[in-house]
Nanobody
Framework: QVHLVESGGGSVQAGESLRLSCSVS????????MGWFRHVPGKEREGVAR????????YIADSVKGRFTISQDNAKNTLYLQMNSLKSEDTAMYYC???????????????????WGQGTQVTVSA
């Protein structure tokens, strides 16, 4: 059974940094995509960054480009999101998600990610 568990969220001041982690278990796929998404109540869940086959960054949202970095450590079965220069508008619940195998690239639709973590809250004060 696949489990994704996020950690690393918290409350910080604008300009500070956080690193989110997503620990993955029960998941061994080739040709797969993993990503970070975020959700603010009253808005749709949006994609933040996506990584294909653990190494190819296929998407970084314009709103976080130059500030956020997605990466994966296969030896630790962990996906990361390094968030620098945080802004108040980055406040959201952050989720990691995975597609499973047999993908030739990263999909953009949430429905193509069947595996999700429970989320970790990030709050940035101005």
């Amino acid at each position: 059974q696949v489990h994704l568990v996020e950690s690393g969220g918290g409350s910080v001041q604008a300009g500070e940094s956080l690193r989110l982690s997503c620990s993955v278990s029960g998941y061994t796929y080739n040709k797969h995509c993993m990503g970070w998404f975020r959700h603010v109540p009253g808005k749709e869940r949006e994609g933040v960054a996506r990584l294909y086959n653990s190494t190819e960054v296929t998407y970084i949202a314009d709103s976080v480009k130059g500030r956020f970095t997605i990466s994966q450590d296969n030896a630790k079965n962990t996906l990361y999101l390094q968030m620098n220069s945080l802004k108040s508008e980055d406040t959201a619940m952050y989720y990691c998600a995975a597609t499973g195998g047999r993908w030739t690239g990263c999909p953009s639709q949430l429905v193509d990610f069947p595996y999700w973590g429970q989320g970790t809250q990030v709050t940035v004060s101005a």
